[in-house]
């Protein structure tokens, strides 16, 4: 494959394209669910491909072959230089990639127990171990699906300008969705899921059946003794979890360069974050938001982008300044900055373009207790049933799951589903405090058309929200 990936470059330098790269991916692995404590099969994953991205006088072009021959990938090639020429016709500006550094490297994440060597029965047992875990606490939970992931992706990455990335990459993950129904009453931990870069032994480490435990007797409390939340301003703290989704959401994809352009304004939507803004305030000092691919074992896990582009972290707000946008080659190049590598593709046949990969909330130094000691009146939010959105990213809704009443500095009793309502400067801005400890949470992000939904990672740590506005279903 390396060779045929260098030749894909070299022809279609040939056939005039300035610039030109080739994105050999393969993926192998396999998928498990149950269903109410019975097995619903098997499914092997398996495919494999190259795409080819070029530049033709300003204008680009993108094709992809599953037929990994030299015939073939000559032919992608020459469909890419004729997209590529077709659009540099009806530009009306060429389109240029930043100047970067660029490094022939290879790179794999090691697994200690590689679930490649360990037979579908005894990764069926992890599903087993689950439902039994669930059931032995007692509560009636009449419909449980649970499914178990891994896959290897292999890529190898070549591009005129001297990049040459070949990275293994095994992702492993579990997932769940449970329905609790108590005393005539019903709640759900819809799709929650436990996942990782690396080998089995990061599942067995996380015991995803103590979460689903967890989930399980948390609903089950709900029911019995959630009341109602307080209404009007209080105090609110919320857990990593909703943290994550929060900067995710609101911080995350507003600062994706190609959404502040306008090129995603007629799929995902567009920003109220413009270039100029770079330098504002958008939260108190205490909030720093950082999107990091680089993180080991993370489910978002890279140290190279689809483009060849070294990562690292990116600081999208630094002590509540607009510090970062993320950015790929393109991108940065019209804002005349370098690319800081967030240009991923799902598969061979997808173009890369700008991501996410591991968003979070960095830590601050208060202990959970100093968080809500001298809290009169407020909520605890530890997990989420729904969220939403608009398409600017500005005005946002959180609707909890898991919460409690904060009274006189102590966790009190239930409360059933408190919404939050606010903009992302007053979510960000009534931040007066952050918690010591990072808990992350998979997801999977999705963007572009054809769509691609890409593993992220979601966290970081507790906060404390003065004086916001809660209300009722």
């Known amino acids: 494959m390396h060779e045929l990936v260098e030749f894909a470059v070299e022809k279609a330098l040939e056939l005039g394209a300035s610039y030109a790269e080739a994105r050999f991916e393969e993926k192998n692995g396999t998928s498990l669910t149950m269903k109410n404590g019975s097995p619903e099969g098997l499914e092997v994953l398996a495919e494999k491909g190259m795409g080819i991205r070029v530049l033709v006088d300003g204008g680009m072009g993108f094709a992809s072959t599953n037929v990994l021959t030299k015939e073939s990938v000559a032919e992608a090639v020459k469909r890419a230089v004729k997209l590529a020429k ?11 990639f930043s100047e970067e550094n660029f490094h022939r490297i290879s790179y794999k994440v090691k697994m200690k127990k590689d679930f490649r060597d360990v037979s579908p029965e005894e990764k069926l047992e992890l599903l087993r171990k689950i439902e039994e875990e669930v059931k032995a606490t007692g509560v009636n939970v009449p419909m449980r699906f649970i499914r178990y992931y891994d896959q290897v992706w292999h890529k190898i990455i070549a591009n005129s300008d001297g990049a040459f990335i070949e990275s293994v990459i095994p992702r492993i993950s579990t997932t769940y969705n449970l329905v ?16 990782f870069s690396g080998g089995l032994e990061l599942i067995e480490k996380d015991e995803p059946w103590k979460w689903a435990v967890k989930d399980v007797q948390a609903l089950k409390k709900l029911i019995y003794e ?31 360069a ?41 489910w978002g896990f890279y140290l190279y982008d689809d483009e060849g582009v070294k990562a690292r972290p990116r ?3 630094r002590n509540g300044i607009i510090t970062e946008f993320l950015t790929n080659r393109e ?13 991923r593709a799902i598969n061979y046949n997808r173009e890369p373009i700008v991501r996410m990969a591991n968003t979070y909330l960095a830590p601050g130094d208060h202990s959970f207790e100093e968080l809500i000691e001298d809290i ?37 009793h239930p409360v059933r589903r408190p919404i939050l309502e606010i903009t992302t400067r007053a979510l960000w801005s009534s931040v007066d405090a952050v918690g010591k400890d990072v808990e992350f949470y998979p997801g999977t992000c999705g963007k572009g058309e054809p769509g691609q939904g890409v593993p992220v990672w979601m966290g970081g740590a507790h906060a404390r929200l003065r004086d916001i506005p809660l209300r009722r279903p």
Not at 86 to 96: T, W, Y
Not at 263 to 279: C, D, I, W
Not at 379 to 407: H, K, P, T
């Open 86 to 96: 077709a659009a540099s016709r009806v530009r009306n500006e060429p389109i240029r």
């Open 180 to 195: 609790v129904f108590e005393n005539g009453q019903m709640e759900q931990a819809p799709f929650v899921q436990r996942a």
């Open 226 to 256: 959630g009341k109602k939340p307080p209404e009007g301003k209080v105090d609110l703290v919320i857990s990593p979890e909703v943290a994550g989704i929060a900067v995710h959401e609101s911080v995350g994809h507003p600062y994706e």
């Open 258 to 298: 190609d959404r502040i352009l306008g090129r995603e304004a007629a799929q995902a939507g567009e920003s109220f974050v413009k270039p100029e803004m770079l330098g504002e305030r958008i939260g108190s000092e205490v909030v720093t938001v950082i999107d990091d691919p680089t993180i080991p074992n993370s």
């Open 315 to 317: 600081y999208l707000i």
């Open 331 to 343: 991108y940065a190049a019209k804002l005349g900055q370098r690319s800081n590598a967030a240009a």
């Open 376 to 412: 009169k009146l407020g909520v605890y939010m530890v997990s989420f049933n729904e969220w939403n959105i608009d398409d600017r990213r500005y005005q946002q809704r959180y609707i909890g799951r898991e919460a409690y009443l904060i009274e006189n500095g102590e966790i009190k």
